[in-house]
């Protein structure tokens, strides 16, 4: 009550200050450690690099990724078609721009899925009962008792090969590690005095959560996120290499590899260059990841510096 | 002691028994009628109803969900897996002929992994911040980065297109080995290599560690008898789940050697609707790496003395 | 005489990141060591003090010696080779680090470790690399003739039954016996020179003074010298020749023990022998030192005490100072003769002091009077406080704890709870107590007794397994259960101010945020977040801050802002100074006492520490293996225990004084055994095992706690013999005793 009428008598000041508190805590939080560390710097230039690629390239490109051009298969390299062209005529770059659209999504669409689920089933675990917290564990257990590739070609091939259905597959598996890294993460936090401090002066269980448990888990989950892009978009070349991915005539860089290995001798630039994209792509989400791990890890923060004695 | 076995076991069957609803449970459950897909699949033209019906019948899919499973279930346990669609030869039989090819990879895929890993990782955390490390840490990254079925081509491409030195597809002679052994070991290497230096780099700071230099103890015996053994104690784990990631580049990289094992039976079946086979597979593969985790925590009980009790994680009070 | 260790302008960097300054951890520190001798290194945290004894031993990575000499019989340290080195540290330089729990290998038998030392000393260039890792890769020591040496050795540093233990490992072993097999490592290379580095920080203080002795004693039959590295004077004084003491990386003073104890002449010395609690009067305000802790960053001249030095002068800061002479051997780097004469209370802050924090703190802590309303009845600022335990108005208790008893569960694996296997592990067994307004109680014990687990009942933070906690004669649940009033009137302090402000906040949000629960308006709040800011001494910017940029001792006033928001009656410390230096435990202690003082609160105050104890409580309870074994007024106890195990605690304490206790409690070693474990108490008596004076009717029977002396008004001890001891002890004041508020405790 008295809340809102201090806010309608002076709200340009309590504005300013809002805003102002809000740029300090920007600035100490994401501040020059993050600017300063050499692989985030990489590696976001490389993800950036690659969402603009993805968004902007096709409409660069003057050629269409699927029709095809019998008379000019299989041309190397040139000025007309940099990266060659395919067993179609098709040419390659414009086809890898318009799979790095297919990746990205993919990538950032699975990781969200697993990122989600498997946030609330760890915090779930972690602050529900042993009952609850012993069944979600097992359910963890099941779940990594499939290696992760073999389950999802399963789910793939029986749902039916499609990218949709991709999507689906990879978050079925990949949740499980996420699980676990936030209910141990919220296990190590959860008796800290601070949050005991909570506890004791009758903060709500699910305010206890939101407010102590899951800023301090974020850390951990965003650095595995960033690396798990990676992961997912090599996952999800090979289900496309093997055919259970985007289907022809779509262009996908793990279909490329699957179309051009017939021409390996021939036409090498047809592996080589979806190959060359996926492992950048890669790189740039592991180095990411790592400069991420780096600049978050709370052990890292101060130690350097405080060595002594 | 025994308790704890027990418990494990316990937990260990608790789990398979899900993993097996699990796989059944998937492929039963696809949308469609699986008789009138398989079918048509077979033959190219949509079957007769008395042809769907015959199948459903030679398969049991009219039994309940439940009762096939159990039924499944109990066939499984006594090694009988069902019988393929396509090849009329039992799934057990299948799997026995398969599984020496994979296992033989990825036996080979470890072995390599581990050879190249753990000096690489040594000398990186030794050599901290040096050239060397960062060679070490640039080819660790790269390697994790890679597709394996990628850098099978290109392996293909060098080594036995342009050098001819090894057999492009096929199984049986070492030299078919070569190839997909460094394909599949490859990704693992890298995984290891990041993960020794890191544990390396921690152990390297431990208190224990100085102890040691200060009783005048050499630094290479400092390096490799103090701090290397506690170092393998997180890695142990990662190469046991690396397990599964073996067995998930298998299939991969037997597609791309042509090699016949579980990974080119697994993903021909699934083109096939071949559930029996697919169920098979999924069963064995995670029997598989279940067990290898359970040996893991074993091993992990001989290189840490701290860890004694089997089962009860005590991270929760 | 040529001195048999040599440190001469030692300094010694840390590169830190890139950009900024290094840090210069060793700023030139020079002394020696003959042979024979025990040197005591005494500064608090960041002095450099571990780094200069590293850096003996070479093994001063990440740091980097960039000047000075070290010299050994002789022989130049800085700029030896690997092999020489090798050759010294397995032979004449022994070391033994501050943390027994870390500084052993986790995989390795202890048996082997030591045999290891053996193996490098007989033969230091030859060690050949697979013999070793193979001996390693054994379980047990095989080779006899080193099995007898190394038993030999166990027994030597007094570890029992070694036969029985040389092939267990490090974590089946306790604090305090691996730290003894550390020393048997350091023993087993005969060195000329033991370098103990905080060797009894992390142990209680029992353990901690038969290491001590331990040490003395080796130091007399082997003729070793010993570099004894403390943060804490008292603790090295007992057993050491001279004392080295450091201050920011430089050797502030040095001399005779004795001389330097009773003629300190640095600043720096004076106010951290000023600042122990076991050297003011129980409840006196401690002297404290002004300004920061030092952070290694200061200018390149000039004093590095300088500023927080209230004799510095103009050229402090500005030129070097010079080495002067106080006395035979006793030299000190000040060059005011103000400050070498001035006394140990003169040097100290003034008795208004600023807080440990930075110099823009000064102007903004003005807003203070607005929440110290409160009457507190009580001289704060100055002088004695007016004790509480003859007050009559301080009747009825706040808090009572009725028979409590708390068990945990011994094993969490499904199958004992399935099968109604699990131990349950008592960690409070049977404790009543009460807790008056305005009265402070002192809970003391060694590590594992129940203490901790005492103080979160009262919080809430556990319920009790049997018996009830009773807040206002109301019995109270778990935090939970309790109505908003109940959980306003307790506050909480924790130990370990690293961990009890949530990283991801501010400061101001940390403190706010039982204003929040309670429902409080964001201005209302805003202005009580400032108010208690200034109550604890931190100026307002703080708000603004995140924990890790505030020192310890700062993070320890925010948690106590936080734990005074809603204006609670009681406050429950639990070692809310462990984990601080001692200048900046002083002014924590007197914040507290100040709060204490004007808000009118009841505390209880866990601690191991029994001068800490000593000097902020009314009444003391001791605590052993879960339950209460003497309760009473806190100069009566600590002058004249009525139990064997108080008077353990108390004989243990280090520093200079009368011991208090009567009999012989000689044999150290057997009361530093570790306390039995709790899921299988001895029967009888709980401490008969360690007691020096125990009886077969102690073995017997268990005594429960009563009152001895003067009827039922007494103190309370769970000793059958405590009526002797009241006898041994000096003439116990009765009539004192009247007013002892003890029985309504039962």
């Known amino acids: 009550m008295s809340d809102r009428e201090t806010w309608r008598r002076r709200p340009t000041r309590r504005l300013r200050a809002l805003l102002e508190r809000g740029r300090r805590l920007v600035r100490r ?127 793939a091939g029986t749902l039916g090969p499609s990218v949709r259905n991709v999507v689906i597959a990879l978050s079925a598996v990949g949740w499980a590690s996420y699980a676990r890294v936030v209910r141990s993460s919220v296990l190590a936090v959860k008796d800290r005095p601070f949050v005991e401090s909570a506890r004791l002066c009758g903060t709500p269980r699910r305010r206890i959560v939101t407010r102590h448990l899951l800023p301090n888990v974020a850390s951990p989950v965003l650095v595995l996120a960033t690396l798990n892009l990676g992961t997912v978009v090599l996952a999800a070349a090979g289900l496309s290499f093997l055919g259970l991915g985007a289907q022809p005539p779509t262009a996908e860089w793990g279909t490329m590899i699957a179309d051009g290995r017939n021409y390996l001798r021939s036409a090498p630039w047809l592996i080589t260059a979806p190959g060359v994209a996926i492992a950048v792509t890669v790189i740039g989400f592991n180095v990411l990841g790592d400069g991420l791990r780096d600049v978050l890890d709370p052990d890292h923060v101060d130690d350097a510096d405080r060595r002594r004695t | ?52 019906a015959a199948f459903r019948a030679e398969h049991g899919f009219d039994e309940p969900f439940v009762v096939r499973y159990f039924s499944w279930l109990g066939d499984a346990v006594r090694g009988d897996l069902g019988t393929s669609y396509y090849q009329s030869e039992p799934v057990t039989s299948l ?34 911040e040096t050239w060397i490390d960062r060679t070490g840490q640039i080819a660790a990254l790269v390697g994790v980065s890679m597709p394996n079925f990628w850098l099978g081509y290109l392996l293909i491409l060098v080594c036995s297109l342009r050098l001819g030195v090894t057999p492009v597809s096929g199984a049986g002679t070492l030299s078919h080995l070569v190839l997909p052994a460094i394909t599949l070991g490859t990704g693992m290497a890298a995984v290891i290599t990041r993960l020794v230096r890191t544990s390396m780099l921690e152990v390297l700071e431990a208190e224990y560690v100085t102890a040691a230099r200060s009783k005048g103890v050499r630094e290479r015996l400092v390096v490799y008898k103090h701090a290397l053994r506690n170092a393998l104690v997180p890695v142990v784990t990662i190469v046991g789940l690396q397990f599964g990631f073996v067995l998930n580049g298998a299939v991969v990289v037997e597609v791309v050697f042509q090699r016949p094992g579980l990974g080119t039976l697994l993903v021909d079946a699934i083109f096939a609707r071949d559930y029996p086979i697919v169920q098979g597979v999924v069963l064995v593969t995670a029997f598989a790496f279940v067990v290898t985790n359970q040996l893991v925590d074993l091993a992990y009980v001989a290189l840490d003395p701290r860890i004694e009790r089997g089962g009860g994680g005590d991270d929760r009070r | ?144 003739a080193l099995r007898s040496d190394v038993l030999d050795l166990m027994e030597t540093v007094g570890i029992p039954r070694p036969a029985e233990r040389i092939d267990d490992y490090p974590h089946q072993f306790s604090g305090g016996m691996r730290q003894r097999v550390m020393l048997a490592i350091a023993l087993a290379r005969r060195p000329s020179v033991l370098i103990a580095d905080e060797p009894t920080t992390a142990l209680d203080t029992t353990t901690q003074a038969a290491i001590l002795e331990r040490l003395a004693a080796l130091n007399e039959e082997r003729e070793m010298s010993v570099l004894l590295i403390s943060h804490d004077l008292d603790v090295v004084a007992e057993l050491c020749d001279r004392l080295v003491v450091m201050y920011d990386g430089t050797v502030v003073e040095r001399g005779p023990v004795d001389d330097l104890r009773s003629n300190p002449a640095h600043p720096y010395t004076k ?19 002004d300004g920061s802790p030092s952070d290694g960053s200061r200018p390149q001249n000039g004093c590095a005490f300088a500023d927080r030095c209230s004799f510095a002068r103009e050229d402090c800061y500005s030129t070097a100072q010079p080495t002067v002479s106080v006395g035979e051997d006793h030299t000190v780097a000040c060059g005011v003769p103000d400050a070498r004469e001035s006394t140990l209370e003169g040097a100290a802050a003034n008795p208004n002091p600023e807080p440990e924090s930075t110099s823009e703190a000064t102007g903004t802590a003005t807003t203070a009077d607005t929440a110290l309303a409160v009457d507190g009845g009580a001289d704060a600022r100055t002088g004695e406080r007016v004790r509480r335990d003859d007050d009559p108005t301080a009747g009825t208790p706040i808090v009572e704890l009725e028979a409590v008893e708390k068990s945990f569960r011994g094993s969490d694996a499904l199958l004992d709870r399935l099968f109604g296997t699990d131990e349950r592990v008592p960690a409070v067994d049977g404790v009543s107590l009460a807790l008056r ?77 039982p204003l929040i629960e309670a429902g409080w308006a ?26 890790r940029q505030l020192s310890g001792g700062q993070r320890q006033r925010v ?76 100069e009566r106890t600590l002058s004249n225990p009525t139990h064997p195990y108080t008077a353990t605690l108390l004989a243990s304490l280090p520093g200079d004084r009368d011991d208090p206790v009567p009999t012989a409690v000689a044999d150290r070693d057997a009361l530093a055994g570790d306390p039995p474990s709790p899921t299988d108490p001895p029967a009888g008596c709980a401490f008969h095992p360690r007691c020096p004076v125990a009886t077969e009717e102690c073995r017997r029977r268990e005594p429960p706690l009563e009152s001895v002396g003067d009827g039922t008004l007494g103190p309370r001890s769970r000793c059958l013999y405590a009526p002797e001891w009241i006898e041994a002890g000096a003439d116990p004041p009765s009539d004192v005793d009247a007013s002892d508020p003890g029985p309504d405790d039962e």
């Not at chain 3, 050297?279 to 401690?286: A, E, F, I, V």
């Not at chain 3, 002192?442 to 319920?463: D, H, M, N």
């Not at chain 3, 809603?566 to 100074?577: A, G, I, K, Q, Y």
């Not at chain 3, 866990?606 to 605590?623: G, I, N, P, Q, T």
């Open chain 3, 271 to 289: 106010a951290l022998l000023g600042c122990l609690p076991r050297r003011s009067k129980p409840g006196t305000r401690l002297p404290t030192i």
């Open chain 3, 559 to 634: 948690a106590i802002a936080r734990a005074l928001a809603l204006e609670p009656s009681v406050l429950v410390l639990d070692e809310p100074t462990a984990a601080l230096d001692v200048s900046t435990q002083a002014t924590i202690l007197n914040l507290l006492a100040d709060l204490r003082d004007e808000l009118g609160l009841a505390c209880l105050f866990v601690s191991h520490d029994l001068d800490v104890v000593r000097h902020v409580a009314d009444r003391v309870a001791v605590m052993y293996l879960g339950r209460l074994v003497e309760v009473g007024r806190t």
């Open chain 3, 1 to 144: 005489m040529n001195a048999l260790l040599e440190i001469d302008d030692l300094h010694v960097r840390f590169r830190s990141r890139a950009g900024s300054e290094p840090v210069r951890a060793v700023d030139g520190a020079s002394f020696r060591i003959e042979p024979g001798e025990i040197v005591g290194l005494v500064g608090e945290s960041g002095s450099g003090k571990s780094v200069t004894a590293r850096s003996i031993v070479r093994l001063e990575e990440p740091g980097e010696i960039v000047d000075g000499n070290i010299r050994f019989d002789g022989r130049e340290l800085t700029t030896a080779d690997d092999r020489t080195l090798r050759r010294l540290r397995g032979r004449e330089l022994a070391t033994v680090f501050q943390d027994p729990s870390t500084s052993l290998n986790p995989v390795y038998t202890v048996g082997e470790q030591i045999a290891e030392a053996l193996r490098v000393r007989s033969d230091p260039d030859r060690q050949p690399f697979f013999r070793e890792l193979i001996l390693g890769a054994s379980s047990r020591l095989r080779s006899r």
């Open chain 2, 1 to 52: 002691m025994i308790r704890a076995l027990l418990a494990r076991l316990g937990s260990l069957a608790a789990v398979m028994a899900t993993v097996s609803f699990v796989t059944f449970g998937f492929v039963s459950l696809t949308p469609g009628d699986p008789a009138h897909t398989i079918l048509r699949e077979q033959r190219q033209s949509p079957p007769s109803e008395r042809e769907v």
């Open chain 3, 522 to 547: 964001a201005t209302r709040r805003e202005d009580r977040v400032a108010e208690l800011l200034s109550l604890v001494d931190l100026p307002l910017e703080y708000a603004d801050r995140f924990p």
């Open chain 3, 437 to 513: 307004p305005g009265e402070t109680v002192g809970l003391v014990g060694e590590s594992g007794c129940g203490k901790s687990t005492l103080a979160r009942l009262i919080a809430g933070l556990e319920e009790p397994t049997v018996g009830a906690v009773r807040l206002r004669g109301t019995a109270v649940g778990g935090v939970d259960a309790r109505t908003d009033d109940q959980r306003a009137e307790i506050g909480v302090v924790f130990q370990h101010p690293g961990t009890s402000l949530d990283p991801k906040r501010t400061v101001g949000e940390s403190i706010a945020e």
């Open chain 1, 29 to 155: 939080r994401f501040g020059r450690r993050y600017r300063s560390n050499g692989n985030i710097r990489l590696g976001g230039a490389i993800v950036c690099l690659l969402a603009i690629v993805a968004v902007v390239g096709p409409m660069l490109s003057p050629y269409d990724p699927t029709a095809q051009a019998l008379e000019r298969r299989l041309a190397g390299p040139s000025l007309a078609h940099p990266l060659g062209t395919d067993a179609l005529g098709r040419d390659v770059a414009t086809r890898l721009v318009y799979g790095a659209r297919i990746s990205l999504a993919l990538a950032v669409g699975a990781t969200l899925v697993r990122l989600v689920v498997g946030t609330a089933i760890g915090l779930l675990a972690a602050t529900g009962s042993r009952l609850v917290d012993a069944a979600l564990m097992r359910l963890v257990d099941v779940q990594l008792a499939f290696p992760g590739l073999v389950l999802a070609l399963v789910i």
């Open chain 2, 95 to 128: 799997l026995v002929e398969h599984l020496p090819n994979t296992l033989e990879l990825a036996l080979a895929a470890t072995a390599v992994a581990l050879v190249v890993a753990v000096p690489l990782g040594v000398v990186s955390a030794v050599h901290h």
